[in-house]
């Protein structure tokens, strides 16, 4: 079946970039995710990006998509402590029925 | 804004207990899912249901059983609670539309003693 591969951990410091990467192996991927959940909170979506892009930017937020390579990436500009949180990856094929297909999470740890 | 609300923050149940947990959303959406998080293990979905008294199988069901009698309510029901149970829940909505992403509840917190 379809996974999402992400490294579990991610320790940065206070005012650097923040990279988080993810993998995926279906290559009908349309939609890709990333989530954000802070200590004790739900999932809350950060961004999205359709498979027809290779970038998109909101904020101190860029999304990376090497189709190819099924590929996706995270990065986070001029880290803050607020941004300490598990980051997670998700993906979907265009079908409104079925779940997305989530990674087991990054922990990013920002360190002041 | 998308709201999804589930009953309790935090439960504490004994073993061999039946326990509710309600999910519920007011955006319309078609889809519904349960989860459980655990450390090192990431989401795994329990059941999801993409109408109205409609559920399908997710990747752990075992133990778990759930209903879906309205279109805004999502039930998750352990029929006997045991040890194992301990978890973080979280439920999730989803339009039916293909694409669109899931909004997630604030999560149950349980513990079964």
């Known amino acids: 079946g379809e996974d999402v591969e992400q490294s579990l951990f991610l320790s940065v410091r206070e005012g650097d970039s923040s990279v988080i990467n993810c993998t995926y192996t279906d290559s009908s991927s349309t939609y890709l995710y990333w989530y954000k959940q802070e200590p004790g909170a739900g999932l809350q979506l950060l961004t999205y990006?359709?498979?027809?892009?290779d970038m998109k930017q909101d904020q101190r937020l860029t999304v990376l998509l090497n189709k190819k390579d099924k590929h996706l990436s995270l990065r986070i500009a001029d880290t803050q402590t607020g941004d300490s949180a598990i980051y997670f990856c998700a993906e979907t094929a265009n079908s409104g029925n079925t779940p997305l297909v989530f990674g087991k999470g990054t922990r990013l740890s920002v360190i002041a | 804004d998308v709201k999804v609300t589930q009953s309790s923050r935090y439960l504490v149940k004994r073993t061999g207990e039946k326990v509710f947990l309600e999910c519920v959303q007011d955006?319309?959406?078609?889809?519904m899912f349960w989860y459980r998080q655990d450390p090192g293990l990431g989401l795994r979905l329990i059941y999801f249901s993409y109408d109205v008294k409609m559920k399908e199988k997710g990747d752990i069901p075992e133990g778990y059983s759930v209903s879906r009698e309205k279109k805004e309510r999502f039930s998750l029901i352990l029929e006997s609670a045991s040890t194992n149970q301990t978890s973080m829940y979280l439920c999730a909505s989803r339009p039916g539309t293909g694409g669109l992403a899931q909004y997630f509840g604030p999560g149950t917190r349980l513990l079964v003693l």
């Open positions: 955006m319309d959406h078609e889809n």
């Open positions: 990006i359709f498979s027809n892009m």
